[in-house]
């Protein structure tokens, strides 16, 4: 049983480019959620996506932005890079039915690197 | 603001010994609390979570108490290893933050043989 799967596993790009991050949940799974951790720093949530849909978002900016596809999986996209979004990217996936509980499994991350 | 605190970045603690992680949070609303462990180059990994309609939870040597009234939950593993060496994050969730959760910045344990 895959756990949740995240590629690359690392990216270095220059201010002003775009990323694309990818994203595989855990089987099963029907929900996607995005966080970036700075260093030294909790994860702190970007956005979640459940049916293809952007369902809640939190404080970042509109250069962030992401997509779920039918199989589940999610990408996140950032535009115009600057050197503040270097971080870890990490995705969580979970099932809706239990979101009450909340149990977010995470992936690896995306160290993600801004010259 | 930083409504999760974890307020000791770092535990030292000799190995079968009990540690006891703390955390502090600032919105009544939250309702779900959850430990995550981290080790380097890896994703946090669900350790244990405790719903706000009880005061204790454990599960084999990690046990949770949460105090509503203090806004304090803490984490105590009995007896500690140092495989337990890791960076443990405090995670809150509520009715008014939806589907998020919101992480503390981390204790980082480390367990002496």
């Known amino acids: 049983d895959a756990g949740v799967t995240q590629s690359p596993t690392h990216l270095i790009k220059t201010r002003g480019q775009q990323v694309t991050l990818r994203c595989s949940p855990k089987?099963?799974?029907?929900?996607v959620s995005w966080y970036q951790q700075a260093l030294g720093q909790g994860p702190q949530f970007i956005f979640q996506y459940y049916e293809e849909e952007e369902r809640q978002r939190g404080n970042f900016p509109d250069r962030f932005s992401g997509h779920q596809f039918p199989n589940y999986s999610s990408e996140l996209n950032v535009n115009a890079l600057l050197l503040g979004d270097s971080a870890l990217y990490l995705c969580a996936s979970s099932l809706a039915s239990t979101l009450g509980w909340n149990e977010q499994f995470f992936g690896p991350g995306t160290r993600l690197t801004v010259l | 603001d930083q409504q999760v605190k974890q307020n000791s970045p770092s535990l030292s603690v000799q190995e079968g010994r009990i540690s006891i992680l703390n955390c502090d949070y600032t919105?009544?609303?939250?309702?779900?609390f959850l430990w995550y462990k981290k080790y380097p180059a890896e994703g946090p990994t669900f350790l244990i979570s405790i719903s706000s309609i009880k005061d204790k939870n454990e599960d084999g040597r990690f046990t949770v108490f949460l105090n509503k009234s203090a806004k304090h939950l803490s984490l105590h593993i009995v007896p500690s290893q140092p495989g337990d060496s890791a960076v443990y994050f405090c995670a809150a969730s509520g009715e008014n933050s939806g589907y998020a959760l919101n992480f503390g910045k981390g204790t980082s344990l480390l367990v002496t043989p």
């Open positions: 089987s099963g799974h029907d929900t």
């Open positions: 919105n009544s609303m939250f309702d779900y």
